[in-house]
């Protein structure tokens, strides 16, 4: 594997140009979002984009649309709202 990968290295930087904008746009929605497990998930776990791209077309939508996303954007809202407490 090791002579595969020292003898191909076009091919890691040709995946490494495929993963960094889906891990980069999908780590991007579930910032804004809110949801941190799927944040941690993409984060950590490298599925050569595949779950980058599940997330941004499929989970992030069901997210979008439902009640604890719009739970999380008042929560942010109203941070932003109040002055800090001392």
Do not use: D, H
Not at 16 to 44: D, E, H, N, Q, T
Not at 70 to 82: A, D, G, R, V, Y
């Amino acid at each position: 594997m090791e002579n595969f990968i020292i003898q191909n290295p076009w091919l890691v930087f040709a995946l490494i140009i495929w993963i960094l904008p889906w891990k980069a746009v999908a780590l991007w929605k579930s910032a804004r979002i809110g949801s941190k497990a799927w944040f941690i998930v993409l984060l950590v776990v490298n599925t050569l984009g595949i779950l980058e791209i599940l997330y941004i077309y499929v989970f992030s939508k069901k997210c979008s649309n439902s009640q604890c996303c719009q739970s999380n954007s008042e929560k942010l809202s109203e941070q932003q709202i109040q002055p800090p407490v001392q």
